[in-house]
Antibody
Framework: QLLLQESGPGLVKPSEPLSLTCSVSGGSISSSNYYWGWIRQPPGKGLDWIGSIYYSGNTYYNPSLKSRVTISVDTSKNQFSLKLNSVTAADTAIYYC????????????WGLGTMVTVSS | DIQVTQSPSSLSASLGDRVTITCRASQSISRYLNWYQQKPGKAPRLLIYAASTLQSGVPPRFSGSGSGTDFTLTISSLQPEDLATYYCQQSYNNPRTFGGGTKVEIK
């Protein structure tokens, strides 16, 4: 059974970068059948798509974050990562990683999520 | 960006009721519409993809329909475990925008 687990600091200072890692277990991240994505959810609010990365290395980012975000994959560690620069309080959220099916074009497996607070 | 609008934002229904949630896209998205369920304090769970295909393990009381710009999620007989917020998401193009959510409460 494929499992995804987010990890990273729970507290980040304003203007600093936010870095999170999603570890994939029970399956390989190197499959052309899937893509890997990040989604966030501010406290008490809805879901916000951050971006995704495909087996080919192609990345797609939400234009609202594009200048600040980078998603990358480390196949040797079976992980993918999110880096968000110059954070503000508005970036405080639960961050989820998820797997998407290329055929289904839907996020079928999600991590539990990790809460990140931006505060000095 | 394609905007996705859900309605209602919340609803209250009795056990056994038929519940319908709608999602409207700002442009045609064919059948590239997914539905997720998020229970309090939990990660979202995929219910339906491609507008009407039930994800493995999802109870058959959930169903989806629609194409183009208008879509519907139906719960045929509301159960206690269906207390949750439901989100639609368009996967026609990037960014893969989500609807604002519909919170379902039990009367």
């Amino acid at each position: 059974q494929l499992l995804l687990q987010e990890s990273g600091p729970g507290l980040v200072k304003p203007s600093e970068p936010l870095s999170l890692t999603c570890s994939v277990s029970g399956g390989s991240i190197s499959s052309s059948n899937y893509y890997w994505g990040w989604i966030r959810q501010p406290p008490g609010k809805g879901l916000d798509w951050i971006g995704s990365i495909y087996y080919s290395g192609n990345t797609y980012y939400n234009p609202s974050l594009k200048s600040r975000v980078t998603i990358s994959v480390d196949t040797s560690k079976n992980q993918f990562s999110l880096k968000l620069n110059s954070v503000t309080a508005a970036d405080t959220a639960i961050y989820y990683c998820a797997r998407g099916g290329v055929s289904e074009v839907a996020l079928d497996i999600w991590g539990l999520g990790t809460m990140v607070t931006v505060s000095s | 960006d394609i905007q996705v609008t859900q309605s209602p934002s919340s609803l209250s229904a009795s056990l056994g009721d038929r519940v319908t949630i709608t999602c409207r896209a700002s442009q045609s998205i064919s059948r590239y519409l997914n539905w997720y369920q998020q229970k309090p304090g939990k990660a979202p769970r995929l219910l339906i993809y491609a507008a009407s295909t039930l994800q493995s393990g999802v109870p058959p009381r959930f169903s989806g329909s629609g194409s183009g710009t208008d879509f519907t999620l139906t719960i045929s007989s509301l159960q206690p475990e269906d207390l949750a917020t439901y989100y639609c998401q368009q996967s026609y193009n990037n960014p893969r925008t989500f609807g604002g959510g519909t919170k379902v409460e039990i009367k």
